[in-house]
């Protein structure tokens, strides 16, 4: 199987770094992505992963590490609208996409 | 460019009741997706097209059908709706299957009584 983990909710701080994990316990995959979803809205890419290591994107970065069977999102100088569910999503060697439940993230001022 | 719509915004439907949701993209993607999403859970998915004319099945297709008679168009059909069935619905699209963004249409959602 390809059980995905992702913790169910986290907070943080306007302004601060926030870090999501997500796990995966799976024979192998073709990659790794990442979306946004604000609260009543559709899904929007962040990112995607092949390779190990580290792929920057303006504040979002995002991790892989086949070895370890992990993931992160790692979110810079968050803002408000940084609010929203992050889905880490597999995709398996027929192409298809196996989803996390997502991480419900939580800014306070 | 609108992407992808998606038609109804909302229903509520009675059990037996037959439905379609439809999805069109404007973006001549090859690939297209209908996934349900409920809480707690993480997208599943239900059918897929690789390209017009062809279909397969996804991860949760019983109880639903497909068809993909041109490249814009990806209705999901429920035959005979049951309240297990009261979900929201997402369409995707991507250029191809493999390695691509998706991009997602606003969703329905449906609730069986």
């Known amino acids: 199987g390809q059980n995905i983990d992702q913790p169910t909710e986290m907070t943080a701080t306007e302004g601060a770094i926030v870090q999501i994990n997500c796990t995966y316990q799976t024979s192998g995959f073709n990659g790794l992505f990442w979306y946004q979803q604000h609260a009543g809205e559709a899904p929007t890419f962040l990112s995607y992963n092949v390779l190990d290591g580290l792929e920057e994107k303006g504040r979002f970065s995002s991790f892989l590490s086949r070895s370890k069977g992990y993931s992160y999102l790692l979110l810079k100088e968050l803002q408000m609208k940084d609010s929203a569910s992050y889905l880490c999503?597999?995709?398996?060697?027929?192409?298809?996409?196996?989803w996390g439940a997502g991480t419900k993230l939580i800014i306070k001022p | 460019t609108a992407g992808i719509t998606q038609a109804p915004t909302s229903q509520i439907l009675a059990a037996g009741r037959s439905m379609t949701l439809r999805c069109t993209q404007d973006?001549?993607?090859?690939?297209m997706y209908w996934y349900r999403q409920d809480l707690g859970l993480g997208l599943r998915l239900i059918h897929y097209s690789n390209t017009a004319g062809t279909t397969g099945k996804g991860e949760v297709p019983d109880g639903y059908s497909v068809s993909r008679a041109n490249t814009d168009d990806f209705p999901l059909t429920l035959a005979s709706a049951v309240p297990s069935q009261t979900s929201v619905y997402f369409c995707?699209?991507?250029?191809?299957?493999?390695?691509?963004?998706?991009?997602f249409g606003p969703g329905t959602r449906l609730t069986v009584l």
């Open positions: 973006m001549r993607h090859n690939a």
């Open positions: 999503a597999l995709e398996d060697s027929n192409y298809q996409l196996i």
């Open positions: 995707a699209s991507s250029d191809k299957r493999g390695a691509d963004t998706q991009y």
